[in-house]
Structure formats: structure tokens, C-alpha cells
């Protein structure tokens, strides 16, 4: 096994996670005290700094790969260090270090503190340690205590369980990935406050071979989940879903690109509303008068039938956080209620500038990062139609339901995403299934174009990765089936 250790000052003794953390628990994990905590605030506001926070931060991560047959890769890495920022008016100083020693820490908060020159400073106050409520993903079996032997059986069942459910099946690769996060944070607003994040995933991909064709499918599922996530359940879900989907595409063409109603599938669909609006309502893009929604708060932007949510609460979902890497509470947000754009999404910064509480957003990739808004979990709320109800009313369209990346211009809001599979839509019934679509719009346009909603919410729980600003952070997506009146379709040249 390979794995790579960065481990500093008092760490070196800290035990895995056994039962409940409390908030001298994580303390002592990281072997800093009360007093090693305030002095270090203290240093990083010297120079008249309006606002500063420490984020320690211990990671472990691991990795195992299953091909051709058998578990042939497994590695770990344990990452491990606190990033102090220090914030004046528009300006941010954030430095980080590896060593969480008082004499390193303190030599971060000066260089994060050199944003301000002033021959004032500004006191901190004395820092009040929070009692934590419920966790939205309590563990019930640590990943620090699992093993390679826990793990591979499981990789090799579904290994062995897709082979056997078709003899088009050439080749299969399956991943398993699990994280587990010791999270302290600490602010000049006196705030004091702990996390413990676990995180699971589960990919594969199925190669098969048919009358000279060759097609690849992938399924994949992600929660913030102990080792209670690896079940035979999951095995046999991911194996038919991924099996299914392959066969498919053989049976798949690329129709004939235009301008066109689009009916997007429950779930997966959800894309739609993180890359073509929910970034656009990402608070910081809008305080620079960047999105193409910065005058649009307290206005209608869509149907009176639709409600968008920003989401950090939902049990075990990998975008949710019981506080955000700011220390703010894990929250429900409603970005879009009844039509109307209610709130952006914030971190402490932008929440500042609108005077509004922060929603729980400030989220970063790691202790490396400066926190800057981010999505969570991103949903439509359901409507009143069926699905069926929305296809009926297209002549000639596309449904849509599995997608595998986007791309979006934050400032226009144009947008591209890649489909992997739908069907064709003729005289409202769906007919020849279809591949390898590019769905071409404009986000706010979009929205607007929402003439129906179904009533089959689904959240897409694979493993969806938003990147902004250089950085990563897990999220997940959802929605009911909508129908879109008109959007571009690249297809297949007339």
C-alpha cells in the first residue's frame, strides 16, 4: 500500500474515530489548545484586519481498483495542516501551513495578515465553543478501522455479478473510493466548532462487445457513509443499472441536431439547474455584477409552478455538511420559490455585503483553499404533471436522461451538456432510442422555457464533482422530469 503522511506537532498520537467526537476530542486531535486557538486570531488581526478564521483540516483518503478480475490498485493518503485567513472590506489574505505548532501557525497568520497595513488593529473576542445538534450523516463504521480485505470482496462481486447478467460483457473496471475528515474551525466572531465528515463511493464501468460494436456504460453511487455503505443491495443495483444502460446503446443512433423541445429525464437532469443556474446564483459572481441574475433578486425568473432549493441538510447525501468550511450551520436554502429568485448562495463574505446571514455555502476544497460559495445539494421541487403528461405534448423532441458532464459561461449563461442516452420523441410517444447528444442553451432562458413539471422527484446520487476557482468540492444534483420548450440539439449532421 502505498500512502503518503504529513503528520505534525501532537498528531502523530491521535487515535481513529471511536464513537462520538465531542468538541475537546477534535481538540486534542490536533493537539492545540483553547489558548493556542486565540493567540493565533489575535496575531492574524493585528494589522487591522476585519475578520479572520483558522480551518485544521485532517484527511485520510483510499483508493482501491478492481481489472480484469481482480483488485490490482490500492493506495491511501493521509493530507493534514490549518489555512488562517484574514479578511479587510473586498480583500483576503490566506496562507496555510502542515504544522499546526503554535510558532507555524502564527507565521501563517502574519503572512495572511499582510493584506492590512494599518497602524490599528482590531480585538478579537473571546472564543465560545458551540454545542453540536444531530448530524445529518452519523457514522456507523469507521473507514480509518477498514481494511482491504473488508473492501475487495465487494469489488469482486460485482465484478463477477455483471459478467454473469450478459455475454456481451468484455471487460469490467470498478472503483471504490472512501474519505474520512477531522474538521476544527475557529473565527474572530468568537465562533468555535467541529466536524467529522466521512465520504463513500462506489464506480463502475462495464466495456461490452456486440456484431463488431463496442459501447461503455457507468454507474456509479456516493454518500457520506461509513462502511455501512458497501452492501449486497448496492452491488446488485449498480451491476443491473450499469448492465442495462450498456445494452442500451447498442440499440442507441444520433438523431438529426435543431432547435427543439427537450423532456429531461427525473434525477441525472439535475445538471441543468447546477451548471446553467445554480452558478449563476452563486453569490459571489453576483456581488462583482459577473452573473447574468445580479439584478434579478426579489424577481421572477421562471413559472410560478417551480421552486429551486439549495440543500445541505438531506441524510447522507455527499453534498450535505452539518457546517460549512466557514462554521455557518448546514441549512435548506430556497434559491427559487414560486418562481420568484428569493436568495443567492453565501459564504460569510457575500452574506456580509448583501447584510443577509450566511446559508451555510462557504465551502473549500481543502485547508489549502480560501472558502468562496459553492452549491451543495441542488434540486427542483416537484410539480403536478406526470412524466407521461410532459411527452404527450411533443410532436417532434428529445427526452433526456443520463449526462456525463457541462460547461457553462457564468456571465451569459450560455450552456453545453453531454448526453449519453435518451429517446426520441414522435407524436408524443418515445421511440428510437438515442446517444451521444449535445444539449445547447442559455441558463436563464432555459428556466424561463420550463413549461412543465412532473411529479417524480429523483436526486441523482453518483458522484458529481463541481470545480470553480481551481478547486473541488462533492455535490450532488436533482430534479423531477421537465419539459423545456426549445432548446438546441447537436446531433447527427442533416
Known amino acids: 500500500m502505498n500512502g503518503e503522511s504529513k503528520l505534525s506537532g501532537s498528531l502523530a498520537a491521535a487515535q481513529p474515530l471511536t464513537g462520538v467526537l465531542s468538541l475537546n476530542d477534535m481538540m486534542e486531535h490536533f493537539g492545540v489548545a483553547l489558548s493556542d ?131 456481451r460483457v468484455s471487460r469490467v473496471l470498478v472503483s471504490q473510493t472512501d474519505t474520512s475528515s477531522y474538521i476544527l474551525y475557529a473565527n474572530s466572531d468568537g465562533l468555535l466548532t467541529f466536524d467529522y465528515r466521512p465520504m463513500a463511493t462506489l464506480t463502475v464501468t462495464c466495456i461490452m462487445q456486440y456484431d463488431g460494436k463496442t459501447e461503455n456504460g457507468r454507474a456509479a453511487r456516493s454518500y457520506r457513509m461509513g462502511t455501512e455503505f458497501l452492501t449486497d443491495e448496492l452491488v446488485e443495483t449498480l451491476a443491473q443499472e450499469v448492465v442495462n444502460q450498456t445494452l442500451f446503446l447498442f440499440e442507441a443512433v444520433s438523431p438529426k441536431g435543431g432547435e427543439m423541445a427537450v423532456v429531461m429525464g427525473a434525477g441525472g437532469s ?64 430556497y434559491l427559487v420559490k414560486d418562481g420568484v429568485l428569493t436568495s443567492y448562495i453565501h459564504d460569510r463574505i457575500s452574506a456580509r455585503h448583501y447584510g443577509v446571514s450566511p446559508t451555510g455555502n462557504g465551502r473549500r476544497q481543502s485547508f489549502r483553499f480560501a472558502p468562496i460559495p ?56 418515445l421511440t428510437q432510442p438515442i446517444k451521444d447528444v449535445n444539449i445547447i442553451g442559455n441558463g436563464p432562458k432555459a428556466l424561463a422555457d420550463i413549461v412543465m413539471v412532473a411529479n417524480n422527484y429523483a436526486m441523482d446520487n453518483g458522484t458529481w464533482t463541481c470545480g470553480k476557482d481551481g478547486q473541488s468540492c462533492p455535490v450532488t444534483c436533482g430534479m423531477p422530469s421537465v419539459l423545456v420548450s426549445k432548446l438546441t440539439v447537436g446531433g447527427a449532421s442533416e
Open 37 to 167: 486557538l486565540q493567540t493565533v486570531i489575535k496575531a492574524a488581526m493585528l494589522t487591522g484586519g476585519e475578520f479572520a478564521d483558522l480551518f485544521f483540516e485532517h484527511t485520510f483518503d483510499s483508493l482501491l481498483n478492481l481489472r480484469d478480475g481482480e483488485v490490482n490498485t490500492v493506495s491511501a493518503n493521509i493530507d493534514f495542516g490549518v489555512g488562517i485567513r484574514v479578511v479587510k472590506g473586498d480583500q483576503t489574505g490566506y496562507a496555510y501551513s502542515e504544522n499546526v505548532t503554535l510558532e507555524e501557525m502564527l507565521k501563517a497568520a502574519r503572512t495572511a495578515s499582510r493584506i492590512v497595513r494599518e497602524s490599528t488593529h482590531n480585538e478579537a473576542v473571546g472564543l465560545s465553543p458551540t454545542t453540536r445538534g444531530s448530524s445529518y450523516y452519523p457514522l456507523l463504521g469507521s473507514w480509518e478501522n477498514a481494511g482491504v480485505e473488508l473492501k475487495r470482496p465487494f469489488l469482486q462481486k460485482l465484478n463477477d455479478r455483471i459478467f454473469s447478467l450478459s455475454d
Open 270 to 333: 439535475g445538471i441543468l439547474l447546477h451548471e446553467a443556474i445554480g452558478h449563476a446564483f452563486e453569490a459571489d459572481f453576483n456581488r462583482k455584477n459577473i452573473s447574468i441574475f445580479s439584478d434579478k433578486l426579489g424577481k421572477k425568473v421562471c413559472d410560478t409552478t417551480i421552486s429551486v432549493v439549495d440543500d445541505g441538510t438531506i441524510s447522507f447525501n455527499r453534498g450535505s455538511v452539518n457546517m460549512d468550511d466557514e462554521g455557518a450551520e448546514g441549512q435548506k436554502t
Open 374 to 429: 459553492r452549491m451543495r445539494a441542488t434540486y427542483m421541487e416537484n410539480g403536478q404533471a406526470a412524466e407521461q403528461d410532459l411527452i404527450a405534448t411533443v410532436k417532434n423532441g428529445v427526452f433526456v436522461d443520463t449526462f456525463t458532464n457541462g460547461q457553462v459561461q457564468i456571465g451569459a449563461g450560455d450552456f453545453t451538456f453531454f448526453v449519453k442516452s435518451g429517446y426520441l420523441i414522435e407524436n408524443g410517444k
